[in-house]
């Protein structure tokens, strides 16, 4: 792993914080996150979907009662 000398004024100066970081785990890092929204916009598409259908649902209740 190489560290950019000095690293720290590097990385706080500007924002260069890949300097600690290897390649194949900042790759990991970016798949992780790439799941996480992935996950994230399933389960509130999921949730609009359901509040949608409730909603028609209720409508339709009021329309006919």
Known sequence: MDYIVPGNN???AH???SA???TNQLEGYIQATAYIC???VYVSLA???YNLVKTVKELEE????
């Open 10 to 12: 590097v990385a706080l």
């Open 15 to 17: 924002g260069v914080f």
């Open 47 to 49: 949730i609009f979907w």
């Open 38 to 40: 992935y996950v994230i």
């Open 20 to 22: 600690y970081v290897p």
């Open 62 to 65: 009021k329309k006919n009662g």
